[in-house]
Structures are given as C-alpha cells and as structure tokens.
C-alpha cells in the first residue's frame, strides 16, 4: 500500500478514535450544572436590565423635575383650561364644564412614571428577543 | 422567544438540529439534551489535549454557555457536536496558552522523546488516552485541535497564535509517534528495531 494511503487511513482512523468519546458517569451531573449556570445568566441579565430601567427612571424623573417644565406645563394647561371653559361656556352655557381636563403637576408625574414603565417592560421584552 | 417545554421524550428522540431550533426558540430542555448528548465527549476532547478533569469541565461547561449564546448562529452545516467542540477546543487553547505560557516554537523532540518507547504491554490494547502521554503537550494539543476539533492546520494556527509551519510540524510529529503507539504491530515493530 502507498505510503500516502496509509497516512490518510490512519488518519481517519484517529478521527474516529477520537470522535469515540467515552460516556463519562456524571454526564447528568454536568448536564445541570450547564442548565444552572444558564438559568443563572438569565437571572443576572433581567437583573441588570431591571437596574438600569430604575436609574434610567429615576435620573429621567429628576431631570424632568429640576428642570422646571412640570411648573412650565401646568402654567399652559392652566391658561388653556381657562381660554377652553371661558369660549366653551360662550358656546354651550352650563352643558360641558372641562374641569377634568386641568393639565397639573400631579397628572404629568403619572403620565412619566406610567411611560417609563411601559418602556421598562419595552426595552426588557426586546432584549430578551435579541 | 421563551416557550412552553418540549416534553422529555420527544426530545430523546429529536434530532440534534430539531433541538438546536428549539434552543434556539429559549427551550432550555432541548438545550439540556444538547447537553447531556454531547458533553461527554466534548469533556473527553479537553481531557485528550492534556485539561486535567476539573478544568476540562469548567472549559466545556464555558463551551456550552457560549454555544446557548451563539446558539442562532449554527445553521447545521456541520455536526452540533464538531461546532461545540470546536468552541470548547479554543477556549482551552487561550485558557491553556495564558497559564502554560508554552513556547509554541521550542523544539518538542526532548521534551517526550522523539524516538517513542514501546508500551509497557505490548500485548495489551492501548487507548487514545494513552498513547498521547507519548506527545508533548504541545504536540498533544496540536494533534488534538486538527483530529478531535477538526480544524484546519491554518485555523490551529490561528487559535494557537503561532506560524502554521511550527502548527504543521508539531502536527506530523504528534503523528509520528502517534502512528508508533496504535498501528497494529507499531510495538512490535519498535521491538524489532530495538532488537536490529
């Protein structure tokens, strides 16, 4: 037999030793351990997402707050509630009075608290799909 | 996307393909049965380039982190088990180069001998397992990465950092004594050169 032939057929032959693997006893036991330390990645990561949704909120929350645009707001709303019931009341006397319509401070912070938790939840569930 | 659990046996008879697509899908039992098809031998290739057990299963189980991770990635051009221990097998090349700190170019003809000893029996079966302890590590790994992992001399020299003329002669030295050690009559034919 050539000597080319008999490199490859030992070749081969050494693959297939190789791809021979041995059923080690604690394959179970190793098999959970993988699954735990998978499991335990997808803890750290919701985790961490969770984190900085909170920090990302809070810093959001604050910067809106310092930067005065809730008093800002409110004093638009307010001038356009009174333009609102002044010209409506012209119109339609005593029939629709939109006092519920008033833009305050306190209906601005849940509007923000309730958009950013429903980004919270966005930017969690787009994670988790990429 | 996370979905329901596939039940268990229907996944013992899946194919690996099926499962990889399932794993994909965020099942983690069809990953666990991944897992429990191919760790072994993914552990025993580690074992074969020299990782002592325990750190044979800290590599595989990093192989298979990596593997879920990438888990989208594998379009079944190749076996599951090839691309797994393929990831397992540079991933204790990098572990095995940052704490052996090997010289990829040292001549490895003293460090196993070049001229390989007969077995102890000749008579007697000798495994894989044994006949590398022949090779030098470095020579173990090389054979390892090329026959076990299925790499390429070029992508053993890529995960090696080393010239794939170095990578090639550890390669047919490792052969060599390889060839020594498991041919049938390799022993005998090693007595009888002793004996000439």
Redesign the interface.
């Known amino acids: 037999m050539p000597e080319s032939s008999l490199d490859s057929s030992?070749?081969f032959?050494?693959?297939r030793?190789?791809?021979e693997?041995?059923?080690?006893a604690d394959?179970?036991l190793?098999?959970l351990?993988?699954?735990d330390?998978?499991?335990r990645?997808w803890t750290a990561r919701r985790l961490l997402i969770g984190v900085m949704g909170a920090a990302g909120g809070l810093i959001g929350g604050f910067q809106l707050v310092s930067s005065g645009a809730v008093g800002t707001l409110a004093a638009i709303s307010a001038r356009s509630n009174a333009y609102l019931t002044q010209h409506m009341s012209d119109q339609v006397s005593g029939v629709f009075a939109p006092a519920s319509a008033v833009m305050n401070g306190e209906v601005l912070l849940t509007a923000v608290a309730l958009a950013l938790i429903a980004a919270g939840f966005g930017v969690a569930r787009l994670i988790?799909?990429i | 996307?996370?979905m329901a659990p596939t039940p268990k046996r229907r996944l013992e008879s899946a194919h690996d393909l099926e499962l990889v697509g399932l794993a994909a899908r965020g099942d983690?039992a069809a990953?666990?049965e991944l897992?429990?098809r191919h760790?072994?031998?993914v552990?025993?290739?580690l074992r074969?380039m020299g990782a002592e057990p325990s750190a044979a299963?800290d590599v595989?189980?990093d192989a298979?982190?990596a593997a879920?991770e990438q888990i989208a990635e594998f379009r079944g051009e190749g076996a599951f088990r090839a691309w797994v221990s393929r990831i397992a097998a540079r991933l204790y090349v990098k572990r095995w180069r940052r704490e052996a700190r090997v010289d990829l170019m040292a001549d490895t003809d003293d460090a196993a001998g070049a001229e390989v000893a007969p077995g102890p029996n000749a008579d007697a079966r000798i495994d894989?397992e044994e006949a590398l302890k022949a090779l030098s590590p470095v020579e173990r790994v090389c054979?390892?990465l090329c026959?076990?992992a299925?790499l390429s001399h070029a992508e053993a020299a890529a995960a090696l950092n080393a010239p794939l003329g170095t990578v090639k002669s550890h390669v047919k030295r490792g052969?060599d004594k390889?060839?020594a050690r498991?041919?049938p009559g390799g022993d005998d034919d090693q007595r009888s050169k002793v004996s000439a």
Do not use: I, K, N
């Open positions: 030992f070749e032959r050494l693959e030793m190789y791809a693997a041995p059923a080690l394959a179970d190793f098999t351990r993988v699954l330390r998978v499991d990645g988790r799909e | 996307m996370a983690r990953f666990g897992v429990r760790g072994s031998a552990r025993g290739l074969r299963d595989a189980q298979f982190l879920f894989l054979v390892s026959y076990g299925g052969l390889l060839r498991l041919s």
